[in-house]
T-cell receptor, first 115, second 111 residues
Framework: GAGVSQSPSNKVTEKGKDVELRCDPI?????LYWYRQSLGQGLEFLIY????????KSGLPSDRFSAERTGGSVSTLTIQRTQQEDSAVYLC?????????????FGNGTRLTVT | RKEVEQDPGPFNVPEGATVAFNCTYS??????FFWYRQDCRKEPKLLMS???SGNEDGRFTAQLNRASQYISLLIRDSKLSDSATYLC????????????FGTGTRLQVFP
């Protein structure tokens, strides 16, 4: 079946603009995660959803970042007033459920470049 | 202790060699762990899950040492195609729903 789908695959934006990144998880997966990876760095946890709710938003770097998930499926990550340090690959992953025993399935990521 | 800690490497090994990486974790309540593989400029992909004492899949063996709070990944008969970054993943201390990735160990297999 289809894997995790992210769009756009690449996004170049000017500093100060808002961007919206989309993630379409694997059908039936209730858990959805957003991570960020800067060049040559590890994965930085941003936020996760169990269904439509986000129990933990502590990973979001600032209040310019927000995410929502509707219908227990598609999620959008919005970055307002983008800054150059926001440049990174934004990875979305989904799993059957949160908790110990559910590995993550990643999308191809959105490469964001803020100029 | 950091939540997840890995030696960044790189580990440079010849084809056919056996190589092992360790990953230490701080959440003593963690029940399961994962090893992911990430190729350059690609998304991470699941390599192995570790739920009890260990797991074996072909040339790859993952072991868990709860007493010392580390997991290891052993690769036997290394192939050129094994060159990648290997990421250790554990649940966050106090929150098993949040999976934390280590910064990864880079492996380079040479001919």
């Amino acid at each position: 079946g289809a894997g995790v789908s992210q769009s756009p695959s690449n996004k170049v934006t000017e500093k100060g603009k808002d961007v919206e990144l989309r993630c379409d998880p694997i059908s039936g997966h209730t858990a959805l995660y957003w991570y960020r990876q800067s060049l040559g760095q590890g994965l930085e946890f941003l936020i996760y959803f169990q269904g439509n709710s986000a129990p933990d938003k502590s990973g979001l770097p600032s209040d310019r970042f927000s995410a929502e998930r509707t219908g227990g499926s598609v999620s959008t990550l919005t970055i307002q007033r983008t800054q150059q340090e926001d440049s990174a690959v934004y990875l979305c992953a989904s799993s059957h459920q949160t908790g110990n025993n559910s590995p993550l399935h990643f999308g191809n990521g959105t490469r964001l470049t803020v100029t | 202790r950091k939540e997840v800690e890995q030696d960044p490497g790189p580990f440079n090994v010849p084809e056919g060699a056996t190589v092992a990486f360790n990953c230490t974790y701080s959440n003593s309540a963690s029940q399961s762990f994962f090893w992911y593989r990430q190729d350059c400029r690609k998304e991470p992909k699941l390599l192995m899950s570790v739920y009890s004492s260990g797991n074996e899949d072909g040339r790859f063996t993952a072991q868990l040492n709860r007493a010392s709070q580390y997991i290891s990944l052993l690769i036997r008969d290394s192939k050129l195609s094994d060159s990648a970054t290997y990421l250790c993943v554990v649940p966050k201390r106090g929150n098993t729903d949040k999976l934390i990735f280590g910064t990864g160990t880079r492996l380079q297999v040479f001919p």
